[in-house]
């Protein structure tokens, strides 16, 4: 459903991501973790056609996504980087264009709406101009839109970040739930515990570079643990002044 094969990308003499290959069957929910700057975003805005790679092929949904960018959008969501938002558009707006877009039906448009704006519970702030959103509100929102068409693949870029744990549940159950309907799901995650929690497979990205791959049923440790070990461990600063009170 998706995957990459020698997948590089160079701003200049930077290469931010450096001959990755990657297969997520459909179904999957594959959770991309590594350092700040690894690469985890590029690789996102590759695979969803939002950036040209400098060498190698991506296909999703079983089409080349360089050759038919504008048909892999059709099939795919995608919560990206900087969340895509209007600033003087409300939630409602945001939600009313992606269904315009997409075609969907007055009904079913109207239907989805009310469903998704429940389960991230955004009914507070539906009326409200983006631009004065919290940023938790404004990724909920972008959320709700990448769902709303119904698609086969999933592309979310720290999803879980500035969520409230309630919504943060509801997010876990239904990315699970598609997931077990057929919808693959790719995100990037500093939230190790909820990785480990919903991914079916993971991948770290240092430098890059994939160092490590693996299927949730083969973990052999703690996510955690793997992490530092493979990514970038823990520092460990005294700061020992904290306990001196103050000067």
Same mark, same amino acid.
């Given at each position: 459903?998706?995957?990459?094969?020698?997948?590089?990308?160079?701003?200049?003499?930077?290469?931010?991501?450096?001959?990755?290959?990657?297969?997520?069957?459909?179904?999957?929910?594959?959770?991309?973790?590594?350092?700040?700057?690894?690469?985890?975003?590029?690789?996102?805005?590759?695979?969803?056609? &939002?950036?040209?790679?400098?060498?190698?092929?991506?296909?999703?949904?079983?089409?080349?996504?360089?050759?038919?960018?504008?048909?892999?959008?059709?099939?795919?969501?995608?919560?990206?980087?900087?969340?895509?938002?209007?600033?003087?558009?409300?939630?409602?707006?945001?939600?009313? @264009?992606?269904?315009?877009?997409?075609? &969907?039906?007055?009904?079913?448009?109207?239907?989805?709406?009310?469903? @998704?704006?429940?389960?991230?519970?955004?009914?507070?702030?539906?009326?409200?101009?983006?631009?004065?959103?919290?940023?938790?509100?404004?990724?909920?929102?972008?959320?709700?839109?990448?769902?709303?068409?119904?698609?086969?693949?999933?592309?979310?870029?720290?999803?879980?970040?500035?969520?409230?744990?309630?919504?943060?549940?509801?997010?876990?159950?239904?990315?699970?739930?598609?997931?077990?309907?057929?919808?693959?799901?790719?995100?990037?995650?500093?939230?190790?515990?909820?990785?480990?929690?919903?991914?079916?497979?993971?991948?770290?990205?240092?430098?890059?570079?994939?160092?490590?791959?693996?299927?949730?049923?083969?973990?052999?440790?703690?996510?955690?643990?793997?992490?530092?070990? @493979?990514?970038?461990?823990?520092?460990?600063?005294?700061?020992?002044?904290?306990?001196?009170?103050?000067?």
């Amino acid at each position: 459903m998706i995957s990459c094969r020698n997948l590089t990308k160079r701003f200049g003499e930077f290469t931010a991501v450096n001959g990755i290959s990657l297969s997520v069957e459909r179904g999957a929910i594959c959770a991309c973790l590594g350092p700040n700057g690894a690469g985890k975003s590029t690789t996102v805005r590759m695979l969803t056609g &939002l950036l040209a790679p400098t060498s190698g092929e991506v296909t999703v949904c079983g089409l080349n996504v360089t050759v038919n960018a504008l048909e892999v959008k059709k099939h795919i969501g995608v919560l990206p980087e900087d969340l895509g938002l209007f600033e003087d558009l409300s939630i409602d707006e945001h939600l009313r @264009l992606t269904a315009d877009v997409y075609g &969907l039906p007055k009904a079913v448009a109207d239907d989805r709406i009310e469903q @998704l704006i429940d389960a991230l519970r955004l009914t507070p702030a539906r009326r409200t101009f983006a631009g004065r959103c919290s940023h938790g509100t404004r990724k909920k929102t972008s959320l709700a839109m990448a769902l709303l068409p119904n698609p086969q693949a999933l592309f979310l870029d720290e999803p879980f970040e500035a969520i409230d744990p309630v919504t943060s549940k509801a997010m876990r159950d239904i990315l699970v739930a598609a997931a077990k309907r057929g919808v693959t799901v790719f995100l990037t995650s500093h939230i190790l515990p909820v990785a480990q929690e919903i991914a079916t497979q993971f991948m770290i990205i240092r430098e890059g570079k994939i160092v490590w791959q693996a299927k949730a049923a083969d973990l052999t440790a703690p996510l955690e643990e793997l992490y530092f070990d @493979l990514a970038e461990p823990p520092t460990h600063g005294d700061l020992d002044w904290l306990t001196q009170g103050p000067a």
